[in-house]
C-alpha cells in the first residue's frame, strides 16, 4: 500500500471519531496536527483537544488509537496529546465553523 493511500484510509478513520462535546469530527475540528507514517507503517498521531481539562480526553485518544490500528497494515499507533500551540476556533474547517454557527 503506497504511503498517500495509508494517509487517506487513516484521515477517514479519524473523521469518524467526534469530540462528544462538539458534534464535528476531529479533522474538520482540527484537533489533528501531524500524521507520521513512519518505518513498518508505525503510525506516529500529535493532536490536541478543545480544552486541557476535556473530561473525555482518554476515550478519544483510546478511540483515535483503535480505529487506526485496525487499519490493515498498520503495525503500531502511538498518539501524542500536546497543548502546544493550544487549540483555537480558528483551526476548525470552514465547514465546522458554519456547522457551528462560528460564520
Known amino acids: 500500500m503506497s504511503e498517500a493511500t495509508l494517509r487517506e484510509q ?7 471519531v467526534y469530540d462528544p462535546e462538539i458534534p464535528v469530527n476531529i479533522m474538520e475540528l482540527g484537533l489533528v ?3 507520521k507514517i513512519k518505518e513498518n507503517n508505525r503510525i506516529g498521531i500529535d493532536m490536541t483537544l478543545t480544552a486541557p481539562g476535556c473530561p473525555v480526553a482518554g476515550d478519544i485518544i483510546r478511540e483515535v ?7 490493515e497494515g498498520v503495525s503500531d499507533v502511538d498518539v501524542h496529546l500536546t497543548f502546544d500551540p493550544p487549540w483555537t476556533k480558528d483551526m476548525m474547517s470552514e465547514e465546522a465553523k458554519l456547522e457551528l454557527g462560528f460564520m
Open 33 to 35: 496536527y501531524e500524521i
Open 10 to 16: 487513516i484521515e477517514a478513520q479519524l473523521r469518524t
Open 65 to 71: 488509537d483503535e480505529k487506526v490500528r485496525n487499519i
